[in-house]
């Protein structure tokens, strides 16, 4: 654990900072940096004004990160995600102007409101790090998230994100409303001032891509291996899926099952994180199949019940 120490340490300091901004939500800001650590990206799921936005700027200005925002519309362009190329009279060449992809940790607000022709603009800066415009590549900087959010109330005027987008997210958790006493220490903060006025930066991009490699040393024992894709085979087969989880699915589970034990001062992996990372990394990953979603089932609960039936290999039941 002696090389994965100062990263470690570097891990508990962002969470700790972000926490003083979302209230009573560690283990949704542990998820967050865990996706950033395994370099994938989170779709956010839940009402207005839980704190979505919120979370992703703080967890920018964390890290001392550069932060965008695109609003998503049903009339954004891709061109408006990505940037266009201008001609500049003066010098006779075309000039890149940068769209606000370009940055290290991108808000996606309400992506679902745009059409699916700019919700695929998206996906080569998932994937690849870089954008195309005009047949010229523009590397993003390192490390790059996003964080899309959308409303699971609000239908009227979406476009629904198609599987092969959603398939892109590591992650899709919701942070759900605060209890009382929570509600209470929010208020308590803001009494005065807003703590996102004073929030600083508690370590540096090249921190966090040392956090990215350190991750990768963290320990996976066969058996862990074993279990991971036992879970994803078993959407396959499940009687209430017509589509399981893709093989990425597979590594997106191993991946952020590092990042988080990484988080929780490990170098090496129990089921404990599979079974905690299960739900937000494969429910999304899922279609059901009409009969299930007559019944009200829901992806989640799938997951949740093969987390029951699934045995951890070598484990003594």
Do not use: W
Not at 181 to 206: F, G, H, K, Y
Not at 272 to 283: R, T, Y
Request: proline share 6%; aromatic share 6%.
């Amino acid at each position: 654990m002696q090389e994965t120490a100062p990263a470690t340490t570097a891990a508990r300091r962002i969470v700790e900072n972000v926490a003083q901004v979302i209230v009573g939500k560690t283990l949704v800001v542990e998820q967050a940096l865990a996706a950033l650590i395994a370099q994938g990206h989170m779709l956010v799921e839940d009402v207005p004004g839980v704190g979505k936005t919120t979370l992703a700027k703080s967890l920018a200005m964390s890290i001392g990160c550069s932060f965008k925002r695109i609003q998503f519309t049903p009339d954004l362009l891709p061109s408006d995600v990505t940037g266009i190329s201008v001609y500049n009279q003066r010098t006779s060449e075309f000039q890149f102007r940068p769209g606000p992809i370009i940055a290290q940790v991108v808000l996606a607000d309400e992506i679902n409101r745009a059409t699916p022709k700019t919700q695929s603009a998206l996906l080569e800066a998932m994937e690849e790090r870089q954008v195309t415009v005009d047949g010229v590549t523009h590397q993003l900087q390192l490390p790059f998230m996003v964080m899309a959010t959308q409303n699971p109330i609000e239908y009227e005027g979406t476009f629904p994100l198609p599987e092969a987008q959603l398939d892109r997210f590591l992650l899709r958790i919701s942070l759900g409303y605060p209890d009382f006493n929570e509600e209470m220490d929010i208020i308590e903060r803001q009494e005065q001032s807003n703590p996102m006025d004073t929030l600083r930066a508690v370590a540096t991009p090249q921190q966090v891509l040392d956090l990215q490699e350190a991750a990768r040393t963290v320990y996976v024992d066969r058996l862990v291996r074993q279990y991971i894709v036992g879970l994803v085979e078993a959407t396959r087969r499940h009687r209430d899926v017509s589509l399981g989880a893709s093989p990425r699915a597979s590594l997106g589970l191993f991946r952020a099952a590092r990042a988080l034990a990484l988080l929780r001062e490990r170098d090496y992996v129990v089921p404990d994180d599979i079974k905690f990372l299960a739900v937000p990394v494969m429910a999304h990953r899922i279609i059901l199949s009409p009969s299930a979603r007559m019944r009200g089932v829901k992806a989640t609960d799938v997951v949740s019940s093969l987390l029951n039936e699934v045995a951890v290999p070598g484990a003594v039941r």
